[in-house]
């Protein structure tokens, strides 16, 4: 039954990412307390298992963020970022670029 409304709960914060345009940020809160109460967290500990949650997360993806950022900047003065897309402009034609 849990993995049936963890389930469910995946594909609300989907749809309400994107079908209806709604911020991450306000979809993930949304989808979490969705999850919590209907699985049982009681209402007093939500805030703080929400909370515990959202921070672990931040914590484990911080550095991946940092790097993929140092290492854009690096792909972008350097020029590989040019060359990578010309190259996919090549491979996709002009009329798949933005």
Not at 7 to 16: A, E, K, N, R, T
Not at 31 to 48: Q, R
Request: aromatic fraction near 6%; glycine fraction near 10%; hydrophobic fraction near 55%.
């Amino acid at each position: 039954m849990n993995i049936l409304i963890l389930s469910l709960c995946i594909i609300v914060l989907v749809l309400q990412i994107v079908r209806f345009k709604i911020n991450p940020f306000i979809a993930f809160i949304t989808t979490s307390l969705l999850a919590g109460l209907t699985l049982g967290v009681p209402v007093e500990k939500l805030a703080d298992t929400i909370q515990k949650g959202f921070g672990d997360m931040l914590g484990s993806i911080t550095l991946i963020i940092i790097f993929g950022t140092c290492i854009g900047k690096l792909t972008v003065s350097s020029g590989a970022a040019s060359v990578i897309a010309d190259t996919v402009m090549k491979w996709t034609g002009k009329s798949m670029c933005v």
